[in-house]
Structure formats: C-alpha cells, structure tokens
T-cell receptor, first 112, second 116 residues
C-alpha cells in the first residue's frame, strides 16, 4: 500500500543550528513529493515540491529537500534554524492514480 | 476567486444539530479534497472529488458525514446530528491535476467547528 512516514513527531533544535525533518515514502513508482508548513492558527502553505526534475529542491524560507530514490526518502533541511520556523511540517506524496497522502506531521520546536 | 474560499470560518453549534460547510475551489481546479484536523493532530482525509468521477469517500468517519460537489465548482460538507468529537478545523483543498500526477494542493483557511 502507498504510504508516507514522518519518522519524528517532534523535533527540537536550538536557534542557529541545522534542521532535519525526515520523511520516507513507499516506492510503487515515481511519486511527486511535497513539504507543507502550518504555523499556529494558520493555513497550510507549500514549502517546496519535487516532480521528477532536479533531485535537490529549494523552497521558501531557506528550506530544501533532497529526493533519494535509493533510500525512498525526501528529508527536509535548513542550515540554520530561526525562531519563526517553529511550526508543524507535513510531508505529502502523490502518485499517478491521483491519491494524495499526508504524513502525520512533525512539530518543530526552536529553542532560544 | 484568487484562492480557495471556505465558509463559515467559525461555527459553534449544539450537539445534535446539522451543519453545512462550504468550499469554493480555485476556478478550473478539477480535484477537491476535504480534510479534518483536530486540535494538535495531523490531517485526516475525508473525501476526494475528481471531475465527474465517483468521489472517493473512504475517509468519511460515519454516515453522519456527507459531501457533494456540483461539477467542478462549489462543494458542501454536511455533518448531521453533530457530536462533540466532530469539533475540529475542516480544511478544503483544490488541485489542478492536468492529466498527470496530482499537483500542488491549494488550501483554504478552514472552517473551525465547535460542538457544545
């Protein structure tokens, strides 16, 4: 069955240190992959997307993600965390049969 | 309109009453999704409309929940005989599939439902 797994429900990092949010997907065939962010009491916003072009995808607010087919991963990274990055992050996978699958989310906490 | 529009933004109702939530997708978007997000939780898929195909209702939690969509326009999510556990933010999203893999989802601001 098609699935997406966000390995951590909560991640805490200090301001100015790197961020790594992990996402793995099932590998029926080449998916499209997305990361969305949801700030407290706000709607969901697209951070970045991969749709079979370059494997390293750059998004807004300094985030990027790398599609690794051999590892079926699409981890989200940022070199230096900012307090404003505190939010819920969702990894999303879509397949050619149009099914869109959301991960359960990772809540990112930024420590001062 | 420019984005996905949902109404009402906030709804407080009494247990046992029926509620209707409306979603107006981006013009031309063939795909429309409803999700539920309980406080502090992730997104729970409810229902998916794609053009004139039969909707994917596999996420509806009970027969009290139903949704309709007229063509590729407005969708209405109806919850009958509301229960306190129905309290959540109901999110609508639309997407332009364009015949290929599902594309970017555009979300509305959500309808916050509180059942007293």
């Amino acid at each position: 069955a098609q699935s997406v797994t966000q390995l951590d429900s909560h991640v805490s990092v200090s301001e100015g240190t790197p961020v790594l949010l992990r996402c793995n997907y099932s590998s029926s065939y080449s998916p499209s992959l997305f990361w969305y962010v949801q700030h407290p009491n706000k709607g969901l916003q697209l951070l970045l997307k991969y749709t079979s072009a370059a494997t390293l995808v750059k998004g807004i607010n300094g985030f990027e993600a790398e599609f690794k087919k051999s590892e079926t991963s699409f981890h989200l990274t940022k070199p230096s965390a900012h307090m404003s990055d505190a939010a819920e992050y969702f990894c999303v996978v879509s397949y050619r049969d149009d099914k869109i699958i959301f991960g359960k989310g990772t809540r990112l906490h930024i420590l001062p | 309109g420019a984005g996905v529009s949902q109404s009402p933004s906030n709804k407080v109702t009494e247990k046992g009453k029926d509620v209707e939530l409306r979603c107006d997708p981006i013009s031309g978007h063939t795909a429309l999704y409803w999700y539920r997000q309980r406080l502090g939780q992730g997104l729970e898929f409810l229902i998916y409309f794609q053009g004139n195909s039969a909707p994917d209702k596999s996420g509806l939690p009970s027969d009290r929940f139903s949704a309709e969509r007229t063509g590729e326009s407005v969708s209405t999510l109806t919850i009958q005989r509301t229960q306190q556990e129905d309290s959540a933010v109901y999110l609508c999203a639309s997407s332009d599939l364009g015949g290929g893999p599902a594309g970017e989802l555009f979300f509305g601001e959500g309808s916050r439902l509180t059942v007293l």
